[in-house]
């Protein structure tokens, strides 16, 4: 992956917005005035609303590092949601610094660091999609966060802690405190009011750096709720039960205690590949043999936990498999915003016939698009990492173990 691809085109976002505030005549939305209520008439007010986004982007750049902020989407007044022609067999992230105009919502992924109490000491990281509407930071409503994190320490993200997040903003005029998003409201009885519940926003203010602290200080708590029931729920030593085997009575094993076991965390061994990189793009595939569903969220952990891995445009593409003890097969998978990925994982895995295995693959989107090539890539990485844990031909014949492999890159 070119690694300068994310920040050079926030670069040339912020020169672009830049270019306007400074010169208004240089771009302009034909019609803008008569065909979208959002508008601001107010000339004034949108060179201002200009000025403080680029202050504003040029502010987390410098806090957050180029290579943790993704432009990932531009939409101008009025343009509707066309699929590129790329986009032909799914979603592929990019955004084009040059389709900027006034009143274009925008959307950043970024990339930040939880400080958590974990037993190595290291921060937690995640990643947050950010929605600006029209004319922020002089919209009639505020920016939107969402957490993209599937998993964040070792746990799954419950819809709890997404959706507080979602309403991360209100709005308080002197003792009474107003919702910013109605239907989102409603559908929680949100309130708002303090700063242990959201942040407070009003039109002309900038408020993203506040907001995305904001997310991680709930994300440090929620994780440190989860951590500590977890300990509480874990099996204590006196809990576990000496039991002989049938084989040897002399040799002694332990069994939880009926009720009182909890999934171990995984301690196997993930194969992860070198890298695909092709315009850009770069891919890496993961496996790893599991013997319980419950596993699934411990093994993506573990490869989150790798910084460059979470910061990702897709981290934990994924597909898998699992017999559990009573006989039933599980399965399921995950396109990690990659749309249809995670089915086409599914279908590799159902094809070669495997079972007991997780297999993931992590794109950084390089700038360029691949079109429906993405998806021979991503497979190709799934069938490398499948090939290097040597599980390609396990249960297929010579012919199917042979079919189909791609050549992995030194």
């Known amino acids: ?54 202050e504003e982007l040029v502010a987390l750049q410098s806090i957050y590092t180029d290579d943790a902020i993704f432009v990932l989407k531009i939409s101008p007044l009025g343009a509707e949601a066309r699929p590129n022609a790329d986009d032909a067999d799914g979603h592929e992230d990019a955004a084009d610094p040059n389709t900027w105009l006034p009143g274009a919502k925008l959307t950043l992924s970024i990339s930040a660091d939880v400080e958590a109490q974990t037993t190595d000491g290291e921060p937690i990281p995640i990643r947050l999609a950010v929605t600006l509407p029209p004319f922020y930071p002089h919209s009639a409503r505020p920016p939107q966060l969402q957490l993209l994190s599937r998993y964040v320490g070792g746990f799954s993200v419950d819809a709890r802690l997404f959706g507080e997040i979602l309403r991360a903003f209100y709005h308080q005029t002197g003792e009474s405190t107003e919702p910013v998003d109605a239907e989102e409201a409603a559908s929680a009885n949100w309130i708002g009011g303090s700063m242990d519940r959201g942040v407070d926003w ?64 995984f301690e196997g061994h993930i194969f992860r590949t070198e890298s695909i990189i092709e315009r850009k793009s770069e891919f890496i595939g993961h496996a790893a ?14 490869i989150v936990s790798d910084k460059r891995v979470a910061r990702a445009t897709h981290p934990i ?29 599914a279908h590799l895995l159902s094809i070669l016939e495997l079972e007991n295995v997780l297999v993931v693959v992590t794109r950084w989107y390089g700038g360029v698009h691949l079109g ?39």
């Open 1 to 54: 992956m070119d690694d300068g691809a994310s920040g050079s085109a926030l670069s040339a976002l912020i020169a672009r917005i830049e270019a306007y505030a400074a010169d208004p005549s240089s771009l302009s939305v034909p019609g803008s005035t008569t065909r979208h209520a959002v508008w601001l008439a107010d000339e004034a007010q949108r060179i201002e609303a200009a000025t403080q986004l680029a």
């Open 289 to 302: 043999c599991i013997t319980s569903p419950d596993q699934v969220a411990s093994v993506l952990s573990r």
């Open 372 to 410: 429906p090539d993405r998806f021979k890539l991503i497979n190709r990485a799934a069938r490398d990492a499948l090939d290097l844990a040597g599980l390609v031909g396990k249960n297929t014949d010579d012919t199917a173990k042979t079919k189909g492999m791609g050549k992995r890159n030194a």
């Open 202 to 265: 009003a039109s002309g203010q900038v408020v993203l750096f506040e907001g995305i602290e904001w997310v991680k200080e709930k994300v440090s708590d929620w994780w440190s709720d989860k951590e500590t029931e977890r300990i509480k729920s874990a099996p204590s030593p006196s809990s576990r039960l000496p039991t002989t085997t049938a084989s040897d009575p002399q040799v002694t094993t332990f069994a939880d205690a009926p009720g009182q076991g909890q999934p171990a965390p």
């Open 317 to 345: 593409i994924n597909a898998w498999v699992c017999r559990g003890a009573d006989g039933v097969v599980h399965r399921d998978c995950d396109d990690d915003g990659e749309t249809a990925a995670g089915g086409r994982l």
